[in-house]
């Protein structure tokens, strides 16, 4: 029995369950809900949420209340960076993510080194330098959408590549490999949960902690950028509120995921199921033409649950 609780607790089968109980759920209220095409339509929002969730990710792994809520600036900063270096063109789409990428991930640094060397808490590092960036793109762009996505990248964000399936979504799966990859069977992979676990004993060892967590908080960065590139790709111009929307759906997608908000135990496939569930889930309270506050009762007390469940687990080893 106790061994059938813990596969029950299990949160990569609990997101599962869930993303196929929501396409029945909206297939029965709304027949062509679980179509081929809406799926994939709602994968290709989910992959840019799960993008975004990426970083959040790593930077919740590595412990000390790890948390990044400059994501959100960051994906606008990008998306506006992407938009004018594009400007409609597509030979400039490399350059486009090389720029966004390499701001967000330097945005980063500096939110590692002032958590880690200024021993600033990370929700006021984060806050404080999400300010910084909406304030200074304010100045920038006084207030006027500027720049436009390249044709290609619309084409590979939003129309098919191949079997009918955007190309965004084999990078979204070549990611996910990839930090899985990272995660479970590389040195830098366990030294992010070790660190997460208990920091210092992990320094006892001799792994550059410090070190480890600039970085962390760089490749959030460097996520977030790249996001908002991405996000470009989807809505064809950009905004300075346009990454506004990933601030707290890429944290919740991290803890529906089965992850440890105290870092140390979790995964990123789990974060990528629970970008799908979280995406379904307000597809779903949307296409039941709810008012506003209804979808947000229901939202909260199912994300409340899946807390409380996996709150009484002391670590998550997914």
Known sequence: MNRFADHAKNPLLISSIAILALLVIGELVSPGFARGDQIVRLLTVSAILGIAAAGQNLVILGGREGIDLSIGAVISLGAVIAGNVMNGSNAAIPLAFAAACCAGF?????NGLGVTYLRIPPLVMTLGMMGVIQGGLVVLSRGVPS????PALMAFVS????????????????????????????????????????????VLTGLPARRIRVLLY??????????????IGYTGNSFI???????LPSVIAVVIGGTSLSG????????????????????????????????????GVTLLLLMLLYGRQARLRV
């Open 147 to 150: 720049g436009n996505a390249a």
């Open 241 to 247: 509120s346009v990454g506004d929307q990933y601030v």
């Open 218 to 231: 760089g490749l959030a960065g460097l996520f977030g950028g790249f996001t908002g590139v991405c996000v």
């Open 264 to 299: 140390g135990a979790g995964s990123y496939t789990g974060t990528a199921l629970g970008a799908i569930a979280l995406i379904l889930l307000q597809s779903v309270l949307t296409t039941l033409n709810l008012e506003f506050w209804g979808r947000q009762v229901i939202f």
């Open 159 to 202: 129309r098919s590549a191949f079997l009918g399936i955007p190309g965004i979504l084999f990078v979204w799966a070549a990611i996910i490999a990839l930090m899985a990859l990272v995660l479970k069977r590389t040195r830098f992979g366990w030294s992010i949960y070790a660190i997460g676990s208990n920091e210092n004993a992990a």
């Open 106 to 110: 330097l945005i980063g640094v500096v």
